[in-house]
């Protein structure tokens, strides 16, 4: 691959955007968000971004947001996905890694199931908003 | 401890977003013997006590989390440099911004690896917030030095919400080729 440049870059875009307003979405946005405080990034939380990335741009669902959020208080089960999609509800998966990153794109956001041995939906005592 | 130098980086870019800086400059240079990375920021700085307690892994200001005992960003960097004979300074300013200057020493065996500088900087992009951050990243060695930068509010102009999925991997193709670019120029050059 030649060096890109920013003029290639936006036409790119152009045709991604085509690409995207041809596909018929129902307009529902999927939030993905990966803990990336100190104590998820010791444990690997980049890698799991990189590969929900990677799945999310193969599976081809474009209304899908990444968001990135310090850490959740939940260090002990880092790294930690949060996702909040249309007809499941919001879960916040630990212990995340690569396998389960795909798994949680394919399963969850795609088949509409939980991948059940990860699921830490409660936050740690320190950071619940009394 | 983190894994790798790239890991360590993208702590220390959080923690200027954190501190509602405006304009993050990160600056990293590669050489066959060291990488220096630059992180300056216009954010909520430290005054000269808070500045010594954040090198200090048995502080935090408690104000995130509220039992929390440790605060491990900073000290974990510095552990690392001072093991692997590098260089590390931080200047703050309160209500000015921070900066950090940080020299790792591929030279010493202890030295982490580099990890992936591409997700590092396609990541640190898309941090959530109105900030703008510009990054250099240049290899340097004695036939002269080859770099390219992104900016992000570029960045942003062309690909709109760099959070979407599309968005976000037309970016990182984008580093991609920018990184790929530069490994060619040293390897034609060497």
Redesign the interface.
Known sequence: MSKMTLEDLRKLRETKKLEASQRDTDGKETLVIVGMGTCGIAAGAKEVLDVMLGELKKVGNDNVIIRQAGCMGLCHVEPTVEVRTPGMPDTIYGKVDATVAQKIVHQHIVDGHLVNKHVYDKPAADIIKQ | ???SL??CI??LV?NSV?AKAQEIRLILKQSEDSFIVCIDDDGRGMTEQELKAATDPFYTDGK?????KVG??LP?LIQTVSMTEGRFDIQSEKEKGTSINIEFNFKNIDTPPL??VI??LY?VM???GSFNLIVERSYIDDRGTDSYKVDRK?MQE????L????????L???I???E??LKTSWSSTS
Do not use: P, T, Y
């Open positions: 401890m983190h894994f790239c890991d993208l702590d959080q954190e995130k989390h509220i039992h929390r491990l960003g974990f990890g992936d997700s590092l990541q898309c941090f959530d570029e062309i690909l709109g919400d959070s979407r999925v599309s968005s976000l991997s037309l990182k193709d984008f991609i080729s920018q790929e670019e």
